[in-house]
């Protein structure tokens, strides 16, 4: 049974106070977009709960399907974010799906037994299934990161690219599954995002109030709900067992709204 140590404790409670905030800054992202007036605002902010709440009672339903949606999910939001931030507009799906399974498969590479263990506590049900299927994937990336370095020689931007899923690749391999992912979430792919928000809100926003009022509400409404999804998890599964429930699921939840508004609209004006 997988228990969650102390540094990796530190790393999911990371997640949720550094982590969490990033997806709060949709609310600014939301005004960007034109959605600044209330009745705008109301809106937009009732739909996004809608699609989080619908993601929750899936994940509930359907744990596998949600679980590998969820992987994908990631891999493209995490390399789209990458992509962006290297201000590259070649090879768009090359270098996000690179960057976004280096991440992901690369934690599940280091640490397979430990990734499984998780994704048994996500799923209710035995996932290592699929481990077996996991030499397709490693082949594909490879195939992937060969191409990304190939064309890295001309381009000079993709050469950073190379250097930093090479430092990642280091890094996790020398910790915990749980940890490794939560640098990569809070310290990585938060900061390149709440960078370019802010230099946008700055840039074409003049209520600065509105954008950190927001945030925090949508902080703090976010901390209380997973608080009690915690409380009430813990009657039937051990506290490890709620904890990493309680924010993968809850990633899951806020990931589908905050991608599909990021993704889908944000970067299509922004980029």
């Known amino acids: ?138 082949f594909l990336f490879g195939i992937l990161f060969f191409i990304y370095c190939y064309l890295s020689i001309k381009l000079k931007k993709l050469r950073w690219g190379v250097f930093e899923m090479i430092f990642i690749l280091i890094v996790i391999s020398q910790l915990d599954p749980l940890t490794g992912f939560a640098l990569y979430f809070c310290f990585v792919h938060t900061i390149k995002h709440v960078s370019a928000i802010l230099q946008n809100t700055n840039k074409y926003l003049e209520n600065r109030k509105f954008v950190f009022a927001t945030t925090a509400v949508f902080t703090i409404l976010t901390w209380i709900g997973g608080c009690v999804a915690i409380i009430y998890l813990n009657n039937n599964f051990s506290f490890s067992e709620s904890f990493i429930k309680t924010i993968f699921i809850g990633l899951a939840a806020l990931t589908l709204p905050h991608m599909t508004l990021i993704d889908f609209f944000y970067r299509k004006k922004f980029n």
């Not at 140590?5 to 530190?10: A, N, P, R, V």
């Not at 997640?15 to 937009?44: C, E, R, T, W």
């Open 1 to 138: 049974m997988y228990e969650l140590s102390i540094l990796s404790l530190i790393a999911l409670c990371l997640v949720s106070f550094i982590g969490v905030p990033h997806g709060s800054f949709d609310g600014a992202v939301a005004a960007l977009l034109g959605y600044q007036s209330k009745k705008k605002f109301f809106i937009f902010t009732f739909w996004y709960t809608v699609i989080s709440i619908a993601v929750i009672f899936f994940w509930i339903q359907f744990p596998i399907i949600a679980l590998l949606l969820f992987i994908m999910m990631s891999i493209v939001h995490f390399g789209l974010c990458d992509w962006s931030f290297l201000k590259i507009y070649q090879h768009k799906w090359l270098v996000t799906l690179t960057h976004g399974m280096n991440i992901i498969f690369g934690i599940i590479f280091f640490h397979t037994a430990e990734s499984f263990q998780i994704f048994t506590f996500l799923s209710n049900q035995r996932f290592i299934y699929f481990e077996q299927y996991l030499f397709i994937v490693y």
